[in-house]
């Protein structure tokens, strides 16, 4: 049974920074894609970014880019985001999820985690 547990959201101000991170349990990390998702009151589950097994392939929506990093540490079955320059249309739930594909669609993710809160004050 795969398990993936957030942690690292809070409360920050409009220009600050956080740093997600997804500690995973059950199937062998290195071998799946993993994906961080976010969904704000009101609103669908949105693609925030994505990254490969090896790290070697990264896609960011449009919305986050340049603005926020996503990377994994296979050796501590750990992907993290580093956000940056945050805004409050950035808060949301964040998730991450884990997929086999290489994928931008909530469909293709098999396992999710609880998800962690992020709040952007103006």
């Known amino acids: 049974q795969v398990q993936l547990v957030e942690s690292g959201g809070g409360l920050v101000q409009a220009g600050g920074s956080l740093r997600l991170s997804c500690a995973a349990s059950g199937r062998t990390f290195s071998s799946y894609s993993m994906g961080w998702f976010r969904q704000a009151p009101g609103k669908e589950r949105e693609f925030v970014a994505r990254?490969?097994?090896?790290?070697?392939?990264?896609y960011y929506a449009d919305s986050v880019k340049g603005r926020f990093t996503i990377s994994r540490d296979n050796a501590k079955k750990t992907v993290y985001l580093q956000m940056n320059s945050l805004k409050p249309d950035d808060t949301a739930v964040y998730y991450c999820?884990?997929?086999?594909?290489?994928?931008?669609?909530?469909?293709?993710?098999?396992?999710w985690g609880q998800g962690t809160q992020v709040t952007v004050s103006s």
């Open positions: 999820a884990q997929t086999r594909f290489l994928s931008r669609s909530r469909g293709d993710y098999d396992y």
């Open positions: 990254i490969s097994w090896n790290g070697g392939n990264i």
